[in-house]
């Protein structure tokens, strides 16, 4: 590892040398290459964590150029995760990334999130991060809930049985009504921030902030300690008491 490279991030006292010796040793999947995955990956590449996969099955596209920083417009038509793990690569040579041109599914999460020390949420789409937090909850793997619309941004780090779960939360993350969503260029870039800082805290062993809630327009920040529901279909207490007594 080069002292050098990482040498202002070490002298941070919540983070310090030990902080840095221990991210180069984790493996991070980010499940989505767009504005909020790509924002990610830049930053975790950066910040010296040991390695990355990265998994997204579209291609760039010109409405992606205004909320992202790695992509130009000689990548238009290409593939997210592989333009993603060619630029970054040169980026820090000593991070190992990945980029895998695939959709996830049902039938296939289980094999590309296997060897995750964390899951990073890239995506847009409810039905994808559900089954995030299934494959989370199941294989108690934590991941990073991020999401964006207009000039809001939400991120909740989960803790698989100890946290909230994203099933626990979504009665309260709005559901747009049109099929593209609205988004401010500067938004996806604070919140990846965000969401990468959550990351690295659950990384170290530290306790997530809870559901965080940035307005990028109106400055307004909030976070919310939302307690387990123990009634959720997912995590809830009374679900897993029931799944023990069916296994005896």
Known sequence: MSIDRYRRQTLVNEFGEKGQELLARKHAIIIGGGGLGSHSAN?????????????????????????????????IGK?????LQEKLRDVNTKVRINGINQKVTLENIWSLVRH???????????????????????????????????????????????????????????????????????????????????????????????????????QCFDIMDIKRNPYCPACGIKKIDSEKKSRL
């Not at 590449?45 to 992509?71: E, Y």
């Not at 593939?79 to 333009?83: G, N, Q």
């Open 79 to 83: 593939s997210k995760a592989l333009i």
């Open 116 to 218: 995750a020390d964390v899951i990073i949420d890239g995506t847009d789409s409810i039905s994808l991060r559900l089954l995030i937090n299934d494959v989370s909850i199941r294989h108690n793997l934590p991941w990073v809930y991020s999401g964006v619309n207009e000039t809001v941004g939400m991120v909740m780090g989960i803790l698989p049985k100890n946290t909230s779960c994203f099933q626990c939360i979504i009665n309260d993350i709005p559901k747009p009504g049109i099929q593209e969503i609205p988004v401010f260029g500067s938004l996806p870039a604070t919140i990846a921030a965000i969401q990468c800082n959550e990351a690295i805290k659950l990384l170290l062993g530290k306790q997530p902030a809870g559901l965080l809630i940035y307005d990028v327009w109106n």
């Open 43 to 75: 930053l975790l590449t950066r910040i010296g964590i040991g390695s990355i996969d990265i998994i997204d099955d579209d291609i760039v596209d010109i409405t992606n150029l205004h909320r992202t920083s790695v992509f130009s417009e000689h990548d």
